[in-house]
């Protein structure tokens, strides 16, 4: 996985001891010492680690499961000594800039950190693994009958019956979130106290430090954020509700008011862009093509996707993927095994060996999913050179955003140009015919429906931690959120003794949710940056910069800087600014967002 969920097997000593009441003060000598002996035991100790939780994540038994929480366990005990260390290190005066950096990376990058009481180590990796290891056998059904995350998930996007749809949504919420909660409540509690060793108030806190700001500062910063897009998702979820009622009818999805979120062809209403069918405007939503289709009829198989994917990077002039990516990775589901089908990009030994884990379906989505994993994996081989601490993205939002703007780079002029689509079939940019509304909807179901979801995730994590949101309140407090935000329902009434938000991934895997909304509106900075830098005249939405190695070259020099430097500097390397903003996602979406209020008129917007 991407260096941050790496864990070691051996529980080792920082090199720095604390010191004994007669002993002088650390020296600048002394956290010099301390760094180097650090990094070099955390890079050593990774490889095992990595192997570890790649062979549990795609090999899921008993067996693994221990051996990951072994693993984890014994990590999760160094790393926070590591963090003790650094930040009694801290207050060495004269510290250099890149000492201040490096010391303050070690005692925040732990995102569960356990106490430092008995056994916490353990109780805490047995708990995470558990859960992990429990979402990945996690089973819905359909008609009656079990059916696993993947295929549930696929089915979401296809099935439009309202009854069946239900079926799904509650049947694995019920089943694969529910059950969860209970070790999820102990999980906040030990991984809270370990954070308050560490000097920060709780969990989110802490998460909300590593932005080179503080937690105030950061929070508020998404608020800001949200602001700016707002009224795009607003805009977008009035016109989307509207084609439901039409499709459903009032009985299903009324009028006004949430959207009911089994409808929105995903599991968790995350991204629409499954029932782009039910809301393309007749005419200009006629694409003319579907990029799965496209693949089947041309017998693309799920590693010739891959392939495409890495032609893709190499056409900016990046080296190809090594040979150990295509004989490691798992491209397929298993047959023969349970395995995590949740799609992820790997850096094993903090080099070269590479890969990625999916169960790779040939359609669009999973396309476009594979550019955004292989994003992953060039931004982990570009900073390979790195001290060990700066072996990571500018901030996680980056790591994200890189496959992503190199995503929105698929454009029909992309499809021609890799011989998947007829030149014939491109879509007309002629404004009269309205295909570019078309396109713009299509992302927009995707990209634009993301956002307050992306936001939520946190917010209720981070009400979690805080205690702001009490541990009885947990369901009720998700569903606000939901509410607030997305403007959706849940298809059946929830109380107590359900827990929804554990059948997201994320929260029982303990992954930060923050850098996906991040790295929502980042990769359109980025994709403006690069199409400016190709000299791109035409409409933004219209741009692609396969092919070219100038914007290669400045985007590898971006990622070449880890985390080595605060992440606005790395923001200004390739874009110029220095501030995250919403603007380029909405000059990506002007046209849309102006078609959008027309249809829109005389229709509530809001719920």
């Not at 089943?175 to 909660?181: K, T």
């Not at 990516?325 to 790997?346: G, L, M, N, Y």
């Not at 780079?409 to 570019?436: C, F, H, M, N």
């Amino acid at each position: 996985m991407i260096r941050r969920l790496i864990c070691a097997t051996l529980l080792a000593t920082t090199g720095i001891a604390a010191p004994a009441t007669a002993a002088p003060a650390p020296t600048i000598a002394d956290v010099d010492a301390f760094l180097k002996n650090a990094e070099a035991k955390l890079d050593a100790l990774s490889l095992d680690a990595a192997r570890i939780q790649w062979i549990n994540a795609t090999y899921i038994t008993d067996d693994t499961d221990a051996l990951a929480a072994k693993s984890s366990a014994e990590f999760t005990a160094f790393q926070v000594q590591l963090a003790l260390d650094a930040a009694k290190l801290q207050k060495v005066a004269g510290l250099s800039d890149e000492q201040k950096r490096k010391l303050d990376l070690l005692r925040g990058s732990i995102t569960l950190p356990a106490p430092t009481t008995a056994e916490s180590a353990e109780t805490l990796a047995t708990l995470t693994t558990k859960m992990g290891s429990a979402y990945g056998k996690g089973r819905g059904t359909l008609d009656g009958k079990p059916i696993n995350g993947s295929d549930i998930e696929a089915a979401m996007g296809t099935v439009r019956d309202p009854a069946k749809l239900s079926e799904m949504w509650t049947s694995w919420h019920d089943n694969v979130g529910a059950p969860a909660r209970d070790d999820y409540t102990r999980v906040v509690g030990i991984a809270n106290q370990g954070a308050r060793e560490l000097g920060y108030r709780d969990v989110g806190a802490m998460w909300r430090s590593g932005y080179d700001m503080s937690p105030e500062a950061f929070g508020a910063l998404t608020d800001k954020l949200w602001r700016d897009v707002e009224p795009l998702y607003q805009a977008l979820h009035a016109y989307t509700r509207a084609k439901l009622n039409a499709k459903y009818g009032d009985a299903v999805q009324p009028k006004t008011g949430p959207i009911r979120a089994d409808l929105l062809g995903n599991m968790w209403a995350q991204e629409w862009g499954n029932i782009y069918d039910l809301v393309a405007p007749k005419g200009a939503g006629e694409l003319g093509f579907d990029i799965g289709e496209l693949l089947a009829a041309r017998g693309d198989d799920p590693v010739k996707m891959v392939r495409i994917g890495e032609g893709f990077y190499t056409s900016l002039g990046l080296a190809p993927l090594p040979n150990s990516f295509w004989a490691r990775s798992q491209i397929v589901k298993p047959a023969d095994r349970e395995v995590v089908c949740h799609a992820s990009a790997w850096d094993i030994d903090n080099q070269d060996d590479l890969r990625i884990k999916m169960c790779t379906k040939v359609n669009s989505d999973d396309f476009i999913t594979i550019h955004h994993e292989l994003g992953h994996n060039y931004y982990q081989r570009a900073y390979k050179a790195q001290p060990f601490l700066y072996k990571n993205g500018a901030n996680d939002g980056f790591h994200e955003a890189i496959g992503d703007f190199v995503a929105l780079s698929i454009t029909p002029q992309y499809l021609v140009d890799i011989k998947l689509l007829d030149p014939a079939r491109v879509p007309s940019e002629d404004p009269k015919d309205g295909k570019d509304i078309g396109l713009l909807l299509r992302q927009a179901m995707d990209k634009v429906a993301f956002l307050p979801f992306g936001l939520l995730v946190d917010k209720w994590r981070w009400g979690v931690f805080s205690g702001g949101i009490r541990t009885t309140d947990y369901q009720v407090a998700w569903d606000a959120l939901r509410l607030q935000y997305q403007g959706i329902k849940p298809p059946v009434e929830r109380d107590e003794t359900r827990f929804d938000a554990a059948a997201k991934y994320h929260i029982p895997a303990q992954v930060p949710y923050t850098r996906y909304f991040l790295a929502r509106l980042l990769q359109f900075q980025f994709y403006k940056a690069a199409c400016d830098q190709a000299g791109w005249k035409g409409p933004l939405h219209r741009c692609s910069f396969y092919g070219n190695k100038d914007v290669g070259a400045k985007l590898n020099a971006m990622l070449e800087l880890g985390q080595s430097k605060p992440w606005p500097e790395a923001l200004e390397a390739f874009t110029g600014s220095r501030e995250i903003s919403g603007a380029a996602m909405a000059e990506y979406f002007a046209p849309l967002k102006a078609w959008l209020d027309e249809q829109n008129k005389g229709t509530p917007t809001g719920w």
